[in-house]
């Protein structure tokens, strides 16, 4: 997809759904390298999954970078999005190239049920412009899916929270405020590096996340929200042992 493409496609899902796309454009390729950095050091058929794909600006990296005999699963909400998505799969020689090992979900995030956990999980999901319980739901999600040592990406826009916190009113001070509580309990306890990216727009970090051992959601507490148990699907594990 040429860029300007690109770009237009993901503005016009802006304004068509803003909470979920949560940006005006898609991420730089700066951003993109940062977000798939670990991809670098992991050899052999690894399980990838990429959560919010959009246009596929991180997806090309993770396509560039992703070893032989990998298998990635894209997990998106939009279904303008996923049906691009799945073209680049059928048309695109760099993602052909990957095919046979990639599947496109069109769902939430929420509703995906694996039968296998992860090695990788590469998030462009809009926190913060979620509801708490959700973000806590999502983010806990996730690190569940994560096979022991694997590792989760995922950018936050630099100083928004702060910034916005300051400057809304104080609904959205209080969800922003609650938000902050719930990544912190889980930077403190899986947080291995953060990048900084200057070019991109706006500026982002990107947060590196790492489980030594299976999490269920009840591992990390809960500052304000209660943890949402995932609804198992038949015959597959459950992900959110009892809280
Ligand atoms: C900020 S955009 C990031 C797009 C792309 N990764 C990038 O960096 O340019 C957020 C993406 O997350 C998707 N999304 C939002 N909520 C989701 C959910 N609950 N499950 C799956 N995808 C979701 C949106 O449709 C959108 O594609």
Redo the contacts with the bound molecule.
Sequence with gaps: MNPLTEHLQ?FR?FRQ?FE????VA??SRF??RAMTRSLANRQGPIRVLE?????G??TREIVRRLPQGAELDL????EE?ARLLQKQFEEHPHYMQVADGARVHC????EFKPGQPFDLIIS???FNNFPPSLVEE?IDHCLALLAPGGEMAF?EYMFVRPLRCRLSGAKTRERLSQIEAIMQARFERHRVKTDWVFVNVPPAWVQHLRVEERVNAAQTPSPHTTPTRATPTAGEPDQHPAE
């Design positions: 993901f899902q759904q979920t796309t949560g940006a898609p991420s951003l993109a959560v919010g794909p959009g246009t600006a991180v997990v998106e909400i939009n999005f769902l939430p995030l929420q462009g999901l809009p999502l950018f």
